[in-house]
C-alpha cells in the first residue's frame, strides 16, 4: 500500500534559526496537504498543493509539492517558540479515493527561546 | 462554536469492557472519519463515512464498530477493548480532501 516518509523524525532548533521537514510518497500524489498539531491538541489545516512544482507561503511557512507528486517540503524562516508541534504531511493516492488520506510519521519540532 | 466535537475527552476503562465514543460536526461535510493516533504520534485512518455511508474500512479488528446516525454524527463502539486499543481517537469531517479534526478522546485501558 501507500507510504508516507517523512524526515527528520524530530528537530530541535534555536529560535530564529530556521527549519524543514521533508515528505516522500512511495505513489504520486493528487494534492498534497500539511497539518500542525500542537502539543495535547489535534491536527489543524495548514494548506494544500495540487499542481506540480507549486510553491505556496504562508507568512514565515513556505510549501512545496515536487514536479513528480511524490515529494513536498515545508520550510519555516525564523521560528519562533509558537511554531512549535508536530507537522504532518498527508495525501490521497493519484487515481485512489481523495478521501483516503495517508498520513507521514510527523516531525517533532521543538523551539529553544 | 465548536465545528467538530467529541465526547468523552477523557476515557479510562478496564480490559474487556465495552464503550462508545460520540463525534459530531456542525460544518454541514458529507464525510466523517475515525482516525487512531498511537503513543508515538502516528495517525492512521480507520473508517470514513459519506452521507452515513461506509466508504473507507481499514483493516481494524471487528471489534471496533462504527456507527453514522446521521450525516453530522459519527460514532465508534469498541467491544472488549484490549490494551494495546490504548490510544488518542480522533473524529474528522470532509467537505472535500481537508480534514477537520476533533479535539479527541484519549482512550486508556487498564
Known amino acids: 500500500g501507500q507510504q508516507v516518509m517523512q524526515i527528520p523524525q524530530y528537530q530541535h532548533v534555536q529560535e530564529g534559526e530556521d527549519f524543514t521537514t521533508y515528505c516522500n510518497s512511495s505513489?504520486?500524489?493528487?494534492?498534497i496537504q500539511w497539518y500542525k498539531q500542537r502539543p495535547g491538541g489535534h491536527p489543524v489545516f495548514l494548506i494544500q498543493l495540487v499542481k506540480s512544482g507549486e510553491v505556496k507561503k504562508q507568512k514565515r511557512l513556505t510549501f512545496q509539492f515536487g514536479e513528480a507528486k511524490k515529494n513536498s517540503s515545508l520550510h519555516i524562516t525564523a521560528t519562533q517558540t509558537t511554531d512549535v508541534g508536530t507537522y504532518f504531511c498527508?495525501?490521497?493516492?493519484?487515481?485512489?479515493?481523495?478521501?483516503?488520506?495517508?498520513f507521514g510519521k510527523g516531525t517533532l519540532l521543538t523551539v529553544n527561546p | 462554536d465548536t465545528a467538530v466535537s467529541q465526547t468523552p475527552k477523557y476515557l479510562v476503562t478496564q480490559m474487556g469492557n465495552d464503550k462508545s465514543i460520540k463525534c459530531e460536526q456542525n460544518?454541514?461535510?458529507?464525510?466523517m472519519y475515525w482516525y487512531k493516533q498511537d503513543s508515538k504520534k502516528f495517525l492512521k485512518i480507520m473508517f470514513s463515512?459519506?452521507?452515513?455511508?461506509?466508504?473507507i474500512n481499514e483493516t481494524v479488528p471487528n471489534r471496533f464498530s462504527p456507527k453514522s446516525p446521521d450525516k453530522a454524527h459519527l460514532n465508534l463502539h469498541i467491544n472488549s477493548l484490549e490494551l494495546g486499543d490504548s490510544a488518542v481517537y480522533f473524529c474528522?469531517?470532509?467537505?472535500?480532501?481537508?480534514?477537520?479534526f476533533g479535539p479527541g478522546t484519549r482512550l486508556l485501558v487498564l
Open positions: 505513489t504520486t500524489l493528487s494534492n
Open positions: 498527508a495525501g490521497p493516492p493519484s487515481g485512489g479515493s481523495n478521501y483516503k488520506l495517508t
Open positions: 460544518l454541514g461535510h458529507d464525510t
Open positions: 474528522a469531517s470532509s467537505l472535500r480532501e481537508t480534514q477537520y
Open positions: 463515512y459519506n452521507n452515513k455511508e461506509l466508504i
